[in-house]
């Protein structure tokens, strides 16, 4: 006797609607996307055409794996583009982001690990217009248009929502005050050196041009001694009407208790009407007369309380 054969059933899965299969697989993960190319013929070429990728690749990804993925993709939106960049993946970086710059990228989010230090950004990263949040981490930035005015560069992110700089290297003006506004920046991220007095003028210009800022981050730089000591009187006078007037939360990391650092945080504590906490991820060795004097400063907020990491205590 002849076994029987058995009939393939309706393929329902290729019978759904095209909304609905884009809606399980924006669902997925990147991953699990790429794996329902095996469901069907149908289903094949799908997650390279979705209404939206998200990327985010960990440390040591091969290229060709990022390539496997970026360079098919057809459809119209990246929301995301997190990678941290190796000597083996430094040099295909003009080619990805020629990729993106087909689409409508929302967040770039790029950090290196290179033996030579900073790996080199691509020109395009000025034409990205859709971006909400940025995030730069060891990478040269491309000749600036306009003699190397930082403030031209910055100006083609003006709509971002979250922002992370590192002090701009020397070789670039930066202007006392920006020609634009970030009027959607809530949150700004800065890593600074407190030893200077040019990374000190550049906050200022930045936070002048933060009117919605809401939450504020600094991570101080890796630095000895210092050379620049700035007084009451330079950093009041470096605060303009209705500066800072939404920020809430300030947190400071790696202080190590700089008279530049306290400074700041005293004036912030006296200025920013709204601010709820100004939380500081170390506690003084000491409670010297800088620390007393910064903690018994004159609050501009009534909410306002000092914590520092690993004390109970709030101030």
């Given at each position: 006797?002849?076994?029987?054969?058995?009939?393939?059933?309706?393929?329902?899965?290729?019978?759904?609607?095209a909304e609905l299969r884009d809606e399980i697989l924006v669902r997925l993960d990147l991953r699990d996307a790429v794996r329902t190319s095996v469901l069907s013929r149908t289903w094949r070429h799908l997650w390279k055409s979705l209404s939206v990728l998200s990327l985010s690749f960990p440390f040591g990804t091969h290229p060709s794996v990022v390539d496997s993925v970026l360079l098919p993709y057809?459809?119209?939106?990246?929301?995301?583009?997190?990678?941290?960049v190796d000597d083996e993946s430094a040099g295909r970086i003009d080619d990805w982001f020629a990729a993106l710059s087909r689409c409508r990228v929302e967040s770039i989010h790029m950090c290196g690990r290179l033996r030579s230090g900073y790996f080199n950004l691509h020109s395009s990263i000025f034409s990205f217009g859709d971006l909400v949040s940025l995030r730069l981490r060891c990478c040269n930035i491309p000749p600036l248009p306009h003699e190397r005015d930082f403030g031209d560069f910055l100006a083609r992110f003006a709509h971002v929502q979250k922002l992370s700089l590192f002090s701009p290297a020397d070789d670039v003006k930066m202007p006392y005050t920006l020609p634009f506004t970030f009027y959607n920046l809530k949150n700004l991220m800065l890593?600074?050196?407190?030893?200077?007095?040019?990374p000190?003028?550049?906050?200022?210009?930045l936070l002048r041009s933060c009117d919605n800022l809401q939450k504020l981050e600094i991570e101080s730089r890796d630095v000895f001694g210092q050379g620049f000591e700035a007084d009451w009187e330079f950093l009041n006078a470096l605060w303009t009407d209705g500066m800072c007037a939404s920020l809430q939360i300030v947190q400071m990391s790696r202080v190590i208790w700089l008279p530049n650092e306290i400074l700041l945080m005293k004036l912030i504590l006296s200025k920013a009407?709204?601010?709820?906490?100004l939380y500081v991820d170390t506690h003084p060795d000491d409670f010297d007369d800088p620390i007393i004097d910064l903690l018994k400063c004159k609050r501009a907020s009534a909410q306002a309380r000092v914590l520092f990491e690993g004390l109970a205590q709030q101030y």
């Open positions: 006797m002849e076994p029987k054969r058995v009939l393939a059933g309706p393929d329902r899965l290729s019978s759904l609607p057809i459809g119209p939106r990246v929301s995301l583009f997190d990678i941290c890593s600074m050196d407190f030893t200077e007095m040019r000190i003028l550049f906050m200022f210009t009407r709204l601010l709820r906490t």
